[in-house]
């Protein structure tokens, strides 16, 4: 990344460089038609392989806050999930769907792993504002009983 130059040579000025994608239209249209393929083949039965399949390949070829980001979901822990709701979107001529989508959407989140975006970033200790006021008092104010009212 030199001269303001992003990942793999592509131009990131705007970013910084905090951003990157390596992939290729022949990569990304490819994965998607087969995952629509396998979805189509068997009816949406097999609508979990193919949905890792499609986010497992957009977290390997993108880069966030300079790490790249991991799609650790599994198409058998969505299918059991996925047994429950295909027969129930099948019978109710989609409109269930509407109701599987954001647990679908949910469960996409849980399983890819952001965490280099959340690196504890260190102070400047530099220059640290205070967050009261300072006050000053001197010590005789404390040490004489009686002397001192606040009025």
């Known amino acids: 990344m030199d001269s303001g130059r992003g990942f793999r040579g592509v131009?990131?000025?705007?970013?910084s460089g905090r951003f990157g994608f390596d992939g290729d239209v022949t990569g990304y249209l490819g994965t998607r038609l087969l995952a629509l393929l396998l979805v189509l083949v068997t009816l949406g039965f097999a609508f979990p392989?193919?949905?890792v399949l499609v986010k497992r390949w957009d977290a390997r070829h993108l880069v966030m806050g300079g790490s790249a980001v991991v799609f650790t979901g599994r198409a058998r822990d969505l299918l059991r999930e996925w047994l429950v709701w295909w027969p129930c979107v099948l019978l109710s001529f989609g409109f269930y769907a509407f109701a599987v989508l954001p647990r679908v959407k949910r469960w996409v989140w849980d399983h890819t792993d952001y965490r280099a975006l959340w690196r504890v970033v260190e102070p400047d200790t530099a220059y640290v504002r205070p967050l009261v006021a300072p006050v000053r008092l001197h010590l005789s104010f404390f040490s004489e009983p009686g002397a001192h009212r606040l009025v």
């Open 11 to 15: 131009s990131m000025s705007h970013n």
């Open 49 to 51: 392989p193919a949905l």
